[in-house]
Every structure is written in structure tokens, then in C-alpha cells.
């Protein structure tokens, strides 16, 4: 069963465009949500996180947004730039105090076109 | 150095071999995990230490996984006897707190023959 669902493999933007990334949830005890980059051969690069207590966090051209009554937190990157283009992986944790694992999507691949 | 390094880089070996897969965490990161990406998958949580707590190997999938972290720092991966399907990038990750995001390392690609 995917608790964290990414349904778009793959995405092509225009450089200078906004990228938008998807990712939905199944399981209401996660608090905790990540994205990830991995550019090939290379691990995971943590990008940026939210929490469940808010709805929006923004660190530079990342934004991440967080819709719990939908489970659903999408990532915006704007301006997009040709050195975006990589995997990106959607994350999620359950409570603090238990386990800190991450159940991780099966990612999105973008592409940041010229 | 200044990130999770994790060794071999590549590894590729016959079923039925056994297999140890090293970590080497980020100096001062308490915790430590190890997650498998198979091919055209997200990755799949395996195995959590954190401290000198028991661990959590909820996500080992058979009792041929095995793993270990000596001295609350470098951790193994040992795989018994393995399978085709144990063919997969092993990653480890380490975070100075369990609730802090995780560094990755760049993985251990395993082939199995």
C-alpha cells in the first residue's frame, strides 16, 4: 500500500517557468513532510520541509505547500533553471517520538528545458 | 569528510553470496538509516538506530538482512544467501537528531548475477 503517492513520473518546464511538483498522502498520522533531489548516481539532497501545523514554507526559490484536508503538498520552484533538472522525492514521518523513518514516493522526474 | 560515505560504490556478485554493505554516518549525527531504491521504486525504509537503543527493523524484509552499528557510528549492511530480486541501491542516511532531516550517502548499487 503507497502511503505517499507521486503520479507524475516525469515533468518538462521551460526554463524561467514555475515547476510544480505533486504529491498526495494516505495516512493521517504523518506530521512531517519532506522533498528531496537526487540527481543520478548521487543520494538524496534534502530541499526543503514542512510541518503539519502550517501550510506554506518558503526558502528561496523553493516553496512547499501543504493542504491536510486534502493530504496533499505540492512544491513550487520559481524561477525554474536548467540545474533543477533531477529527481525529486516527496517524504513523510509520522508523529514525533516514534520512529523517524521516511515512507518516500517513487518521485517525480523534471526536466528544466532551455 | 563531511558527508554520509558509504562503500563499495558498486557491487556485484553472485546469488546465493552473502554481502556487507558499510556506512560511514556524519560525525555527530546519533542517528542512522538504511533504505533500499529498487529499480523504478521509492525508497523503501529498512532499519533504524538511534543511540544505543534497540533498533527498528521493521522494514528488514527477511531474516537474510541483517545490520549492525558499532560504537554508535560506521554501521553494516549484511545480506545472506542472496536473491535476484535483493538487486537494488542500498542508501544510508544519518541525522544529528531523529526528528532533523536525514543526509544521504551515495548509495551501493547491488547486482545480483
Known amino acids: 500500500d503507497q502511503q505517499v503517492k507521486q503520479n507524475s513520473p516525469s515533468l518538462s518546464v521551460q526554463e524561467g517557468r514555475i515547476s510544480i511538483l505533486n504529491c498526495d498522502y494516505t495516512?493521517?498520522?504523518?506530521?512531517?513532510f519532506l522533498w528531496y533531489k537526487k540527481y543520478p548516481a548521487e543520494g538524496p539532497t534534502f530541499l526543503i520541509s514542512?510541518?503539519?501545523?502550517?501550510d506554506k514554507n518558503e526558502d528561496g526559490r523553493f516553496t512547499v505547500f501543504l493542504n491536510k484536508s486534502a493530504k496533499h503538498l505540492s512544491l513550487h520552484i520559481v524561477p525554474s533553471q536548467p540545474g533543477d533538472s533531477a529527481v525529486y522525492f516527496c517524504?513523510?514521518?509520522?508523529?514525533?517520538?516514534?520512529?523517524?523513518?521516511?515512507?518516500f514516493g517513487t518521485g517525480t522526474r523534471l526536466q528544466v528545458t532551455l | 569528510g563531511a558527508g554520509v560515505s558509504q562503500s563499495p560504490s558498486n557491487k556485484v556478485t553472485e546469488k546465493g553470496k552473502d554481502v556487507e554493505l558499510r556506512c560511514d554516518p556524519i560525525s555527530g549525527h546519533t542517528a542512522l538509516y538504511w533504505y533500499r531504491q529498487s529499480l523504478g521504486q521509492g525508497l523503501e525504509f529498512l532499519i533504524y538506530f538511534q543511540g544505543n537503543s534497540a533498533p527498528d527493523k521493521s522494514g528488514l524484509p527477511s531474516d537474510r538482512f541483517s545490520a549492525e552499528r558499532t560504537g554508535g557510528s560506521v554501521s553494516t549492511l549484511t545480506i545472506q544467501r542472496t536473491q535476484q530480486e535483493d538487486s537494488a541501491v542500498y542508501l544510508c542516511?544519518?541525522?544529528?537528531?531523529?526528528?532533523?532531516?536525514?543526509?544521504f550517502g551515495d548509495g551501493t548499487r547491488l547486482s545480483i548475477l
Open positions: 517524504a513523510a514521518r509520522v508523529r514525533a517520538g516514534t520512529a523517524s523513518k521516511l515512507t
Open positions: 495516512n493521517s498520522m504523518f506530521d512531517y
Open positions: 514542512i510541518s503539519s501545523i502550517k
Open positions: 542516511a544519518s541525522s544529528r537528531q531523529p526528528n532533523q532531516p536525514q543526509h
